[in-house]
């Protein structure tokens, strides 16, 4: 072999190393960003939890005793716990790749029929209370059938019935709130998830909050450990195979909405025992909160994926945020910057890991 063929074999070889090298380089990358992917994929919490742990350290720094008081703790607990239990209501919703913009109007619709029938018309309360719950039950199913029946997008839906359930509050309340001393005297049982639960250091809990996290239990359970979670979840994630597969997305969506809409009803039951009254003008941007807790945990909007704990972590990081930068002296106006940069980033996030499934 001639010295120009050794040359130009040697030559070849090396430019062959050299491709395999960048080759390698650029597959570990690869792979080390989709193993990312995985991980966030299969556990959605992480993102959220991390962010909470964060948000915590940050404002403990910033605010010190007066963010980390076992009393302030509590305190964010009680500001969240309405927003929390909304967003169980939205996440079962959310989960079927649907969205419920209503879960507003059915809790303080719900939270107007106890309030009014006990106190303004005297029902016993034995009817009373049992009627609003019927009352989230009904709006809720309502939604079901426009969705799962007449085939109509979740998106339009709600939004009329945001608008006729609204309707409804101002109609049935006649505008006027009902007074915490008139419950008190007539319904005190209204108020029951108002009392305050006394946990050492300064910290207390109230029973609406204990109310929140028994619910979020119960749906947790549903979601994890029954055939109609599973089917939530199937749905959601790819309606056509689940139908496919043998199971009837029309029921399943019905369900949810009906669920949804008892939520509400135990949401409105808190709020009159949060204020102490049943007030039409209660929780009007609650529903937006209730989202904006749902996907900061980490469900996605297309359905099929996300948690309850994940949707109680949105709610605590919303509250967490918005009590430190309130203690450290910023405008309301940064609070709602703040919460709106966590809704963008959380969506970036999930069109991100969306593409491991694509």
Request: net charge negative; glycine share 14%.
């Given at each position: 072999m001639s010295d120009d063929a050794s040359g130009s074999s040697l030559a070849e070889k090396g430019l062959q190393g050299q491709d395999q090298t960048v080759a390698s380089f650029e597959e570990q990358g690869r792979n080390g960003i989709r193993r990312v992917q995985h991980f966030l994929h299969e556990y959605p919490t992480a993102i959220p939890f991390l962010v909470l742990v964060f948000g915590v350290l940050v404002f403990a720094g910033v605010a010190g005793h007066r963010f980390y008081a076992p009393f302030n703790l509590s305190l964010v607990l009680q500001q969240v716990t309405i927003i929390a239990t909304l967003g169980i209501a939205e996440t079962l919703v959310i989960?079927?790749?649907?969205?419920?913009?209503?879960?507003?109007?059915?809790?303080?619709?719900?939270?107007?029929?106890?309030?009014?029938?006990?106190v303004v018309y005297g029902v016993p309360i034995a009817i009373a209370f049992p009627l609003g719950l019927l009352t989230g039950i009904v709006c809720g199913l309502i939604n079901g059938l426009l969705v799962a029946v007449v085939k109509l997008p979740s998106f339009i839906v709600t939004l009329?019935?945001?608008?006729?359930?609204?309707?409804?509050?101002?109609?049935?309340?006649?505008?006027?709130?009902?007074?915490?001393?008139?419950i008190q005297n007539i319904a005190p049982m209204l108020q029951w998830t108002g009392n305050i639960i006394k946990i050492g250091g300064g910290a207390v809990i109230t029973l609406g909050a204990v109310l929140m996290i028994a619910v979020a239990l119960a749906i947790w359970y549903l979601l994890n450990w029954t055939a109609f979670g599973r089917h939530i979840y199937a749905a959601?994630?790819?309606?056509?195979?689940?139908?496919?597969?043998?199971?009837?997305?029309?029921?399943?969506?019905?369900?949810?909405?009906?669920?949804?809409?008892?939520?509400?009803?135990l949401a409105g039951w808190i709020i009159i025992g949060r204020i102490g009254a049943a007030s039409p003008l209660a929780?009007?941007?609650?529903?937006?909160?209730?989202?904006?807790?749902?996907?900061?945990?980490?469900?996605?909007?297309?359905?099929?994926?996300?948690?309850?704990?994940g949707t109680i972590l949105g709610a605590l990081i919303v509250g967490v945020f918005r009590n430190g930068l309130a203690l450290a002296g910023l405008d309301s106006?940064?609070?709602?910057?703040?919460?709106?940069?966590?809704?963008?980033?959380?969506?970036t996030i999930d069109q991100w890991i969306r593409k491991i499934s694509a």
């Open positions: 989960l079927t790749a649907g969205i419920d913009l209503s879960v507003g109007a059915i809790m303080i619709l719900s939270s107007i029929v106890m309030g009014r029938f006990a009329g019935t945001w608008s006729v359930y609204g309707a409804l509050v101002i109609y049935v309340s006649d505008s006027e709130t009902v007074r915490s001393q008139d959601g994630d790819d309606p056509e195979s689940a139908r496919l597969a043998g199971i009837n997305t029309r029921n399943t969506l019905i369900g949810v909405y009906t669920l949804a809409g008892f939520i509400c009803a929780g009007q941007d609650a529903n937006l909160d209730a989202i904006t807790a749902v996907v900061i945990g980490g469900t996605s909007l297309f359905g099929g994926r996300g948690s309850i704990l106006l940064w609070q709602e910057f703040t919460v709106g940069i966590l809704i963008i980033v959380a969506v």
